[in-house]
C-alpha cells in the first residue's frame, strides 16, 4: 500500500518530521515524550505493518531502552531523593533513575520516528528539496544513486566470474587475497571508466551541457498541501502558545518537577492534545483515503456484472 | 524532402591507413526507415555516428553531410540534440538518473523547458510507450527490455525529427528485442519520425524498412528496397544478411526464407 501522506508534497513531509523529531529531542516532558512515543509507533505499524513494528520493538527497543535507563544512575548520581548507597559510597537518586527513564525513551522514539522518516522521504524528494538550493548537485545526488546500485552489481559479477577461476578475495592466504582484491578492483576501475564513456556520449546526444538547464521534478504544490500546510502551522503555533503558558516545563534536577499534570488543568491538556494530533495527522490522512477507497469501492456494481455474465453465457 | 544527405563521405580513423568509410553517398528521405546492415566492423556505426556531430569520432574526413540541405555543423548543439536522436547499443550504460521519471526529463531539462512543458511531455512519452505502470520506479529494479524502452522513451521526450538506432536490441533477449522493434516500427508509423538502425534482427526490420543500405569494408555495396536488393544482388546480399547474423547457423534454411519472401 502506498501511504497517503507520503504523497503530500515533499515539503510538507519535511516540515512535519522537523517539527516532530525537533520537540521529541528538546521537550523533556514525560506526557509530550508518551505521546510521541506512542504516535510513532502507530504511525511505523501502518507503514510497516504492526508485526514487523512489534518485533523490533521488543527485539531491539525494549532492550535498549531498558540497557540506556539503568545506566544512567549508575554515573549520575545528582537528584535530592536518595534511594540508596552502592558499596564505593555514591548514592543512588530517584532523580536519576526517572531522567534515565526519560533519556532512553527520547531516544527509543527518535530511531522509530527515523524508520517512518526514511520510508516517507525518498532520495528524490529528498533531492528535490535541496536540489533547489544548488541545481548541478541535485543531478550529482541523481547520478550518484544511480551509479552506486551499478557498481555494486558489477562488482558482484566480476567477483563471482573470479571465484570461479579461483581468484576471489575469498581464495588462498592473505597475500594472495590482497592480489585478488586489487585485481578484482582494477577490473571494476577499467570497466567504470569505460562505461562512463558510453554514458557521457549518452549525456551529450541528449543536449547535456546547453545553457539553461531546468530542473523538472513531479512534485506539484497543490491546494491539498496549502490546506495541509495550514493545518500544521495552525497546530503548531497553537501547541508554541500552550508552551509559552509553561504548560511543557519540567526539570529533573536536583529534585523533580513536573508542570502539568498535577493537577491536569485544560490549558495543558490542551497542549498535549494538540501535539498528538499534530503527531498523527499522517494516520489520520490514510485512515481518511483508506475510507474513501471503501466507500469508492462500495459503488463498485460487482454483482449486477457478474450476473450479466453469466446471462449472456447461457444465452446460447 | 531529403533530410540526410551524404556526398563523397571518406572517414579515417586516426593512425590507421586504411579508411573506415570510402566515398559514401546516401539521400533519406523524411519519414523513411532505413536499415543499414553489413558484417561487424564494416563501418555501420562510424557512419551513423558522422549523423550527429557530438558523437562524430576523431579523423580526418572529407566530403560533407547534409542536415536539410545545409551542412550539418551548421546546426548548433541546442538543434542537433532536439532534432536527431541517437539511442545507443548498451541498454544500461545510457541511463544516467536513478529514477524513470528523471530518465525521460534528462533531455528535456538540459533543452531548458520549463516544469509544465516537460511534465506534460514526459506524460504523453510515458503512456504511449506504455511506461506508466513502472514511472516512478528506480531504474535498477527495471529489465534490460524495460531499460532500452526507457532510453527511446527519453530521446523520443525530445519529439526528434531524425531517429538514430545502433543495434539497440543486441544486448536484450528475443522476446524483449521483438517488442522493442515493434515500438521503433509504431514510431516511425504514427509519429511519421525518419528512423536510421543497424540491426542483427532482420527478419523483424525489413519487412517495413523503405530503405535497405548494404555495407562492407566502409563501402554502400547496394542501396533500395528490400525487394530490389534481392532482386538485383540476390546471393551476394543474402551472404552479407547471414554474416551480419553471427548466430545464425542455418544460413540454406535463411536463404529459402529470403527467396519466399522476394516472391
Keep these: 500500500m502506498e501511504d497517503a501522506f507520503s504523497t503530500y508534497h515533499p515539503i510538507i513531509n519535511f516540515f512535519y518530521f522537523v517539527v516532530v523529531l525537533t520537540i521529541s529531542v528538546f521537550f523533556n516532558h514525560p506526557v509530550i515524550l508518551g505521546v510521541s512515543l506512542i504516535s510513532a509507533i502507530i504511525y511505523s505499524m501502518v507503514l510497516q505493518g504492526w508485526q514487523k513494528v512489534l518485533k523490533f520493538n521488543f527485539l531491539f527497543m525494549l532492550p535498549m531502552l531498558i540497557i540506556v535507563a539503568l545506566i544512567n544512575p549508575l554515573f549520575n548520581h545528582a537528584g535530592v531523593t536518595i534511594l540508596f548507597y552502592l558499596k564505593n559510597g555514591n548514592p543512588i537518586t530517584l532523580e536519576s533513575i526517572i531522567y534515565g527513564i526519560v533519556m532512553s525513551v527520547m531516544l527509543v522514539q527518535v530511531i522509530i520516528w527515523f524508520s517512518c522518516y526514511n520510508i516517507i522521504m525518498t532520495s528524490d524528494k529528498f533531492i528535490y528539496l535541496f536540489g533547489r538550493i544548488i541545481p548541478a548537485l541535485s543531478l550529482i545526488f541523481s547520478m550518484v544513486l544511480r551509479f552506486v546500485p551499478k557498481f555494486k552489481a558489477q562488482l558482484k559479477v566480476i567477483s563471482n566470474g573470479q571465484k570461479c577461476i579461483g581468484r576471489d578475495i575469498t581464495n588462498g592466504n592473505i597475500l594472495m587475497r590482497a592480489r585478488h582484491g586489487v585485481t578484482i578492483l582494477s577490473i571494476m576501475v577499467t570497466w567504470a571508466l569505460e562505461n562512463a564513456i558510453e554514458t557521457a556520449d549518452s549525456m551529450k546526444a541528449r543536449g547535456y551541457g546547453l545553457s539553461g538547464r531546468t530542473a523538472f521534478s513531479l512534485y506539484r504544490f497543490d491546494k491539498r498541501d496549502k490546506g495541509m500546510l495550514a493545518m500544521m502551522l495552525g497546530l503548531l503555533l497553537l501547541f508554541i502558545v500552550g508552551v509559552s503558558m509553561g504548560n511543557t516545563f519540567v526539570q529533573y534536577n536536583p529534585a523533580i518537577v513536573i508542570s502539568g499534570i498535577n493537577p491536569v488543568t485544560f490549558f495543558s491538556f490542551f497542549t498535549y492534545f494538540i501535539f498528538g494530533a499534530f503527531c498523527l495527522m499522517p494516520v489520520a490522512v490514510d485512515g481518511l483515503s483508506y475510507l474513501r477507497w471503501e466507500k469508492m469501492k462500495a459503488v463498485i456494481p460487482e454483482k449486477e456484472f457478474h450476473m450479466e455474465m453469466q446471462v449472456s453465457v447461457e444465452a446460447p | ?263
Design chain 2, 1 to 263: 524532402m531529403t533530410v540526410l544527405r551524404i556526398n563523397n563521405l571518406s572517414f579515417t580513423y586516426p593512425e590507421m591507413n586504411k579508411p573506415a568509410l570510402k566515398n559514401m553517398n546516401l539521400a533519406i528521405e523524411e519519414g523513411d526507415f532505413v536499415v543499414l546492415c553489413g558484417k561487424s566492423g564494416c563501418g555501420k556505426s562510424t557512419l551513423l555516428r558522422h549523423f550527429k556531430s557530438v558523437l562524430t569520432p576523431y579523423g580526418t574526413r572529407t566530403g560533407e553531410i547534409l542536415y536539410r540541405e545545409k551542412p550539418l555543423e551548421e546546426a548548433d548543439l541546442r538543434t542537433q540534440s532536439q532534432e536527431i536522436g541517437y539511442v545507443l547499443q548498451s541498454p544500461e550504460n545510457q541511463i544516467v538518473t536513478d529514477k524513470v521519471w528523471h530518465e525521460l526529463a534528462f533531455g528535456l531539462e538540459s533543452l531548458g523547458y520549463d516544469t509544465p512543458t516537460i511534465r506534460l511531455r514526459v506524460a504523453e512519452m510515458a503512456s504511449y510507450f506504455g511506461i506508466q505502470g513502472w514511472f516512478k520506479r528506480n531504474v535498477v529494479e527495471l529489465s534490460g527490455g524495460q531499460k532500452q524502452l526507457l532510453n527511446l522513451a527519453s530521446i523520443m521526450a525530445m519529439h526528434p525529427a531524425v531517429l538514430i538506432l545502433d543495434e539497440p536490441t543486441s544486448q536484450l533477449d528475443p522476446i524483449a528485442a521483438s517488442d522493442f522493434l515493434e515500438t521503433v516500427k509504431k514510431i516511425n508509423r504514427e509519429l511519421g519520425t525518419t528512423i536510421i538502425m543497424t540491426e542483427h534482427r532482420l527478419e523483424d526490420v525489413l519487412p517495413v524498412a523503405d530503405q535497405v543500405v548494404v555495407m562492407d569494408e566502409g563501402e554502400i555495396i547496394a542501396t533500395g528496397t528490400p525487394r530490389q536488393i534481392g532482386k538485383n544482388y540476390g546471393p551476394l546480399v543474402t551472404i552479407c544478411f547471414y554474416r551480419c547474423r553471427p548466430r545464425c547457423r542455418f544460413l540454406p534454411r535463411w536463404n529459402r526464407i529470403w527467396n519466399a519472401r522476394l516472391r
